[in-house]
Protein backbone atom coordinates (compact mmCIF):
# COMPACT_ATOMS: atom_id res chain seq x y z
CA UNK A 1 0.00 0.00 0.00
CA UNK A 2 1.20 3.21 -0.95
CA UNK A 3 1.45 6.10 1.84
CA UNK A 4 1.11 9.54 1.29
CA UNK A 5 4.27 11.83 3.04
CA UNK A 6 2.84 15.05 4.37
CA UNK A 7 4.80 17.65 4.49
CA UNK A 8 4.46 19.81 7.14
CA UNK A 9 6.33 23.59 7.79
CA UNK A 10 6.38 25.13 11.49
CA UNK A 11 6.66 28.89 11.78
CA UNK A 12 7.76 30.96 14.15
CA UNK A 13 9.54 34.44 14.26
CA UNK A 14 12.89 33.42 15.59
CA UNK A 15 12.88 30.17 14.14
CA UNK A 16 14.96 29.11 17.82
CA UNK A 17 12.40 27.29 20.25
CA UNK A 18 9.01 26.62 19.33
CA UNK A 19 9.34 25.77 15.53
CA UNK A 20 12.27 23.87 16.42
CA UNK A 21 10.87 21.42 19.10
CA UNK A 22 7.56 21.44 16.88
CA UNK A 23 9.74 20.09 13.57
CA UNK A 24 11.71 17.69 15.83
CA UNK A 25 8.37 16.25 17.51
CA UNK A 26 6.76 15.76 14.45
CA UNK A 27 9.48 13.98 12.42
CA UNK A 28 9.99 12.01 15.56
CA UNK A 29 6.41 11.01 15.72
CA UNK A 30 5.12 11.29 12.27
CA UNK A 31 6.44 7.88 11.52
CA UNK A 32 7.67 9.03 7.94
CA UNK A 33 3.81 9.92 7.07
CA UNK A 34 4.40 13.20 7.72
CA UNK A 35 8.19 14.93 7.28
CA UNK A 36 8.45 18.35 9.09
CA UNK A 37 10.39 21.53 8.67
CA UNK A 38 11.17 24.76 10.69
CA UNK A 39 11.99 28.21 9.41
CA UNK A 40 11.07 31.85 10.95
CA UNK A 41 10.49 35.11 9.30
CA UNK A 42 13.35 37.04 11.41
CA UNK A 43 15.68 33.96 12.49
CA UNK A 44 18.22 34.03 14.78
CA UNK A 45 20.22 32.17 13.28
CA UNK A 46 21.03 30.20 16.33
CA UNK A 47 19.23 26.88 17.88
CA UNK A 48 18.21 27.87 21.75
CA UNK A 49 20.09 24.84 23.48
CA UNK A 50 17.24 24.68 25.81
CA UNK A 51 15.02 23.82 23.29
CA UNK A 52 17.72 20.44 22.12
CA UNK A 53 17.99 19.43 25.53
CA UNK A 54 14.01 19.86 25.75
CA UNK A 55 13.98 17.28 22.32
CA UNK A 56 16.57 14.91 23.91
CA UNK A 57 14.90 14.46 27.06
CA UNK A 58 12.00 13.34 25.16
CA UNK A 59 14.05 10.76 23.51
CA UNK A 60 13.75 12.58 20.60
CA UNK A 61 16.73 13.02 18.40
CA UNK A 62 18.04 16.58 19.05
CA UNK A 63 20.94 17.18 16.52
CA UNK A 64 20.87 18.44 12.91
CA UNK A 65 18.40 21.70 13.33
CA UNK A 66 19.28 25.23 11.82
CA UNK A 67 17.42 28.45 12.17
CA UNK A 68 16.59 29.35 8.58
CA UNK A 69 14.50 31.98 6.93
CA UNK A 70 10.77 30.86 5.99
CA UNK A 71 11.49 32.13 2.14
CA UNK A 72 13.86 29.43 1.90
CA UNK A 73 10.59 27.18 1.47
CA UNK A 74 8.68 29.77 -0.87
CA UNK A 75 11.07 28.97 -3.71
CA UNK A 76 11.05 26.60 -7.02
CA UNK A 77 12.26 22.98 -5.96
CA UNK A 78 11.57 23.38 -2.11
CA UNK A 79 9.21 20.86 -1.03
CA UNK A 80 5.63 21.43 -1.38
CA UNK A 81 4.31 21.88 1.81
CA UNK A 82 0.40 19.98 2.41
CA UNK A 83 0.33 22.49 6.18
CA UNK A 84 1.81 25.25 7.44
CA UNK A 85 1.30 26.06 10.81
CA UNK A 86 2.34 29.29 13.04
CA UNK A 87 3.69 28.48 16.71
CA UNK A 88 4.23 32.14 18.16
CA UNK A 89 1.51 34.73 17.88
CA UNK A 90 4.10 37.64 15.99
CA UNK A 91 4.82 35.21 13.28
CA UNK A 92 0.62 34.39 12.85
CA UNK A 93 0.30 38.31 12.37
CA UNK A 94 2.93 38.78 9.52
CA UNK A 95 2.59 38.28 5.83
CA UNK A 96 3.74 35.21 4.95
CA UNK A 97 5.37 34.11 1.57
CA UNK A 98 3.13 32.40 -0.88
CA UNK A 99 3.47 29.05 -0.77
CA UNK A 100 4.06 26.89 -3.74
CA UNK A 101 0.86 24.05 -3.60
CA UNK A 102 -1.44 26.42 -1.09
CA UNK A 103 -1.06 24.52 2.16
CA UNK A 104 -3.60 24.17 4.85
CA UNK A 105 -2.76 26.92 7.23
CA UNK A 106 -3.45 27.13 11.43
CA UNK A 107 -2.12 28.91 14.30
CA UNK A 108 -1.04 26.57 16.83
CA UNK A 109 0.45 29.35 19.07
CA UNK A 110 2.44 28.53 22.73
CA UNK A 111 4.19 31.05 24.62
CA UNK A 112 7.40 31.71 24.29
CA UNK A 113 9.66 29.91 26.53
CA UNK A 114 12.90 31.47 25.62
CA UNK A 115 11.12 35.01 27.22
CA UNK A 116 10.73 33.07 30.84
CA UNK A 117 13.17 34.61 33.12
CA UNK A 118 13.97 33.06 36.77
CA UNK A 119 16.15 30.10 37.61
CA UNK A 120 17.93 27.11 34.99
CA UNK A 121 14.88 24.89 36.56
CA UNK A 122 11.93 27.66 35.43
CA UNK A 123 13.66 27.95 32.37
CA UNK A 124 13.48 24.22 31.91
CA UNK A 125 10.46 23.88 32.89
CA UNK A 126 8.70 26.32 30.62
CA UNK A 127 10.50 24.65 27.30
CA UNK A 128 8.98 20.87 28.54
CA UNK A 129 5.90 22.83 28.92
CA UNK A 130 5.72 23.90 25.54
CA UNK A 131 7.26 20.85 24.07
CA UNK A 132 3.85 19.10 25.56
CA UNK A 133 1.68 21.19 24.26
CA UNK A 134 3.12 20.40 20.69
CA UNK A 135 3.51 16.97 20.97
CA UNK A 136 -0.04 16.33 22.10
CA UNK A 137 -1.76 18.74 19.40
CA UNK A 138 0.84 16.93 17.10
CA UNK A 139 -0.53 13.62 17.91
CA UNK A 140 -4.00 15.13 17.30
CA UNK A 141 -3.10 16.01 13.87
CA UNK A 142 -1.54 11.92 13.50
CA UNK A 143 -4.80 10.76 14.43
CA UNK A 144 -6.93 12.67 11.73
CA UNK A 145 -8.31 9.88 9.34
CA UNK A 146 -6.97 12.28 6.92
CA UNK A 147 -7.23 10.28 3.59
CA UNK A 148 -10.92 10.19 4.24
CA UNK A 149 -11.67 13.78 5.53
CA UNK A 150 -13.06 16.77 2.90
CA UNK A 151 -10.32 19.81 3.06
CA UNK A 152 -12.54 22.16 4.75
CA UNK A 153 -12.76 19.69 7.65
CA UNK A 154 -9.36 18.91 7.67
CA UNK A 155 -9.12 22.35 7.71
CA UNK A 156 -11.72 23.24 10.08
CA UNK A 157 -9.84 20.31 12.84
CA UNK A 158 -6.38 21.82 12.29
CA UNK A 159 -7.51 24.72 13.54
CA UNK A 160 -9.38 23.18 16.20
CA UNK A 161 -6.66 21.30 17.36
CA UNK A 162 -4.54 24.72 17.61
CA UNK A 163 -6.88 25.27 20.55
CA UNK A 164 -6.42 22.66 22.75
Not at 51 to 61: C, E, F, G, I, K
Not at 67 to 81: C, N, Q, T
Not at 86 to 99: F, I, L, N, Q, Y
Not at 119 to 131: C, G, I, M
Request: proline share 7%.
Amino acid sequence: MLVNTFNVLFICTGNSARSIMAEGLMNHLGDRRFKAYSAGSHPTGVVNPLALQTLASLHVPADGFRSKRWDEFAVLGSPIMDFVFTVCDSAAGEVCPVWPGQPMTAHWGVPDPAATQGSEAARQQAFLDVAVTLKRRIELLLALPLPKLEPLAIQHEIQQIGTR
